[in-house]
């Protein structure tokens, strides 16, 4: 079983409410269309009067029996009336359709306009973005206050009116991502792509996107599409080193092994100008692009089970065994390339624990005991009471043959322990830095009250901010959550003690 972490691709928006914009319709105020477009008929003309009385009238009753003569006098005129080629009359039951909240009706109307009336592309826009705003702000209220499926539906109706800019797709995709609707939250990540490739200030929208997508075809295997959007992507921002190891990735499980690990030296290579943590996500991606072990049981009972001479059940399980071959040396050149990646990091930031724990996991799948030692001591340096962290230090201590160590390590994450401490989130920023984790008491017997001190480091592991928290008595299979936060420039690591 390989055992490394790794970060859960997910999808991080800024969620932020928009602002009306600007010559958004005032309550109880006719807006003149800011285009030259004449009614040039009767009908027309009085489906406008009606549409200004209805949005003039403080009367909802006598507002709704305008709306309804609007209605009446516009679909006259395209139906009866022969101006089905008339801009007017579609961009006047447009604004009907808007004030009677017929979004797919709005939607429609303002393209016959508009194709019939370009000059009035910038005032349906406007349109269209004054009615995108507030549907837009209720998807965000619902998003904040945990409605998911009120705010899908608002951010539906929002993209049903305006696509000119991409955030209703984004914030719709995530949602869809968020509830495990992969493939329908695929659809308007493309579509959030597609949008933002038009207008350079949506380069970020862009790119969020067409990472996402690329994560979640290559989270359902589907490698063909993966690698073609890996690359859109790399069209877009190359020479991203984590994208480059996850195309990477994507072509060792295709079999195309070898352009797999020229790709992952050539990024390790520039190790000295790679950040550290996009060094640690590299090799994490190298890690999980070791393809699986081949299932080679149903091949072995054919040749065990096979009437035919010997000869022929040799070649069968020699078969078998070369296939074994080449997949363990796959594995170990990747394995190698995993473990390069994680110390050109830790070069960097010598002090991050999840570096160190997938060093340390890398070295066993490689059976590297000598390397793995001092990478497993200093991870429980920094790391002393998590049980994993204990153990894998024990397992390190009986790859060199250490018995005494091993027994003694492995005493400790079973039994003596007074308590497992899980750091679940470390969130480090220009000036502050932040851990969230878990401490669970594994015994069976009620726990001790004791202190738990964090220091935050910095790459050169020099104390930047200290912060600690009080754990409680916690009863048998007891837990307690914590949370500290602390400011401090150049925080990238921590460490913690007990006292």
């Known amino acids: 079983m390989r055992m490394i972490r790794s970060e859960v691709v997910g999808v991080l928006v800024a969620v932020v409410a928009l602002a009306q914009p600007a010559g958004a319709q005032q309550s109880n105020r006719w807006a003149v269309p800011k285009c030259d477009i004449k009614p040039g008929h009767f009908l027309v003309n009085s489906g406008l009067l009606y549409l200004k009385n209805a949005t003039e009238t403080k009367f909802e009753d006598q507002r709704q029996k305008d709306l309804t003569a609007a209605r009446g006098a516009l679909t006259q005129a395209l139906t009866t009336g022969s101006q089905e080629k008339n801009p007017a009359a579609w961009y006047y039951l447009a604004r009907y359709y808007v004030m009677a909240q017929d979004l797919t009706g709005a939607d429609s109307a303002f393209q016959r306009a508009e194709t019939l009336k370009a000059d009035c592309a910038d005032d349906i826009r406007g349109w269209r973005r004054n009615v995108w705003v507030p549907l837009l702000n209720a998807g965000i209220a619902g998003w904040q206050a945990n409605n998911t499926d009120s705010a899908i539906a608002s951010f539906r109706r929002a993209n049903a009116i305006f696509q000119a ?66 690359r859109e992507y790399l069209g877009v921002v190359p020479n991203d080193p984590e994208v480059m190891a996850s195309l990477g990735s994507v072509w060792s499980q295709m079999g195309q092994r070898d352009s797999a690990y020229a790709l992952y030296r050539r990024i390790i290579a520039q190790g000295d100008t790679v950040a550290a943590m996009s060094l640690f996500r590299v090799g994490v991606e190298i890690f999980q692009g070791v393809p699986e072990e081949p299932d080679t049981a149903a091949a072995g009972r054919t040749c065990r089970g096979a009437r035919a001479a010997a000869a022929r059940i040799r070649a069968c399980r020699d078969s078998l065994a070369s296939v074994m071959r080449e997949y363990e040396a796959a594995a170990i050149v990747t394995y190698r390339l995993a473990s390069q990646a994680f110390t050109a990091g830790l070069k960097a930031n010598p002090f991050y624990r999840d570096g160190l724990y997938n060093l340390v996991n890398t070295y066993l799948q490689l059976n590297d005991s000598t390397a793995m030692l001092p990478v497993a001591q200093r991870l429980v340096s920094v790391d002393p009471m998590n049980r994993m962290s204990l153990r894998l230090l024990a397992f390190a201590h009986q790859r060199v043959g250490r018995v005494d160590s091993t027994l003694h390590y492995l005493r400790m994450a079973d039994s003596t322990l007074a308590a497992d401490v899980t750091v679940s989130q470390f969130d480090p920023q220009d000036q502050s830095g932040e851990v969230k984790g878990l401490v669970t008491n594994l015994r069976s017997a009620p726990g001790q009250p004791f202190k738990l001190v964090f220091e935050f480091l910095n790459a050169k592991g020099d104390v930047v901010a200290t912060q600690s928290t009080d754990v409680t008595a916690l009863p048998p299979q007891g837990t307690q959550a914590f949370e500290l936060k602390v400011i401090g420039a150049g925080i990238q690591a921590w460490r913690y003690r007990k006292e």
Not at 169 to 191: C, E, H, M, P
Not at 192 to 203: E, G, N, P
Not at 209 to 229: F, G, M, T, V
């Open 165 to 230: 800019e991409p955030v209703g797709f984004k914030y719709l995709a995530s949602l869809l991502y968020n509830t495990g609707q992969l493939d329908s939250a695929a659809v308007y990540f493309r579509r959030t792509a597609d949008i933002s490739a038009k207008d350079t200030a949506f380069r970020q929208d862009r790119r969020d996107a067409l990472y996402n997508l690329a994560r979640i075809r290559h989270s359902q295997k589907r490698w063909a599409d993966a690698e073609a959007l890996y």
